[in-house]
């Protein structure tokens, strides 16, 4: 019986492990992605549309969804001035459900995810 019941919370801790870091990968992926784009932005000054629509499209690949680039630099600065890349969205994940203090299975969730960068133009 002990063994039973130690075996079943070890599979529920390998659960939870396995979910969290499918959302620690995915961070991981948008802040690799934000890297990407701040450096082409560093070479032209700002974002421009053809990269802005190709960075939207590759975040919603990674399952990010209502995207706001809101404080980013979208018109061209001259060299040496400030540029930055703020990405925010919201992606979903599984977590454990413990609503009244009960282990309810798993429940998806959207989780908000911010990354902002900031970098000198060289253009």
Same mark, same amino acid.
């Given at each position: 019986?002990?063994?039973? *019941?130690?075996?079943?919370a070890?599979?529920?801790?390998?659960m939870?492990?396995? +979910?969290?870091s499918? @959302?620690? %990968?995915t961070? $991981? /992926?948008? =802040?690799? %992605?934000?890297? !990407?784009?701040? $450096?082409r932005?560093?070479? !032209?000054?700002?974002?421009? &549309?053809?990269? !802005?629509?190709?960075l939207l499209s &590759?975040?919603?690949? @990674?399952?990010m969804? &209502?995207?706001?680039?809101?404080? =980013?630099? @979208?018109?061209?600065?001259g060299?040496g001035?400030d540029?930055?890349?703020s990405? !925010?969205?919201?992606?979903?994940?599984? *977590?454990?459900?413990? &609503?009244?203090?009960?282990? +309810?299975?798993?429940m998806q969730? /959207?989780?908000?995810?911010? /990354? +902002?960068?900031v =970098?000198?133009?060289?253009?």
């Amino acid at each position: 019986m002990t063994v039973g *019941i130690s075996l079943l919370a070890m599979a529920v801790v390998v659960m939870v492990y396995l +979910n969290l870091s499918q @959302l620690m %990968l995915t961070k $991981l /992926e948008i =802040s690799q %992605l934000s890297r !990407k784009y701040i $450096l082409r932005m560093e070479t !032209k000054g700002y974002l421009d &549309e053809g990269d !802005k629509s190709a960075l939207l499209s &590759e975040l919603t690949c @990674l399952g990010m969804q &209502e995207i706001e680039l809101g404080d =980013s630099t @979208l018109s061209p600065v001259g060299y040496g001035e400030d540029i930055c890349l703020s990405v !925010k969205g919201t992606v979903t994940g599984r *977590i454990l459900n413990m &609503e009244d203090g009960w282990l +309810n299975g798993f429940m998806q969730r /959207e989780f908000i995810v911010e /990354e +902002n960068r900031v =970098s000198t133009a060289k253009n």
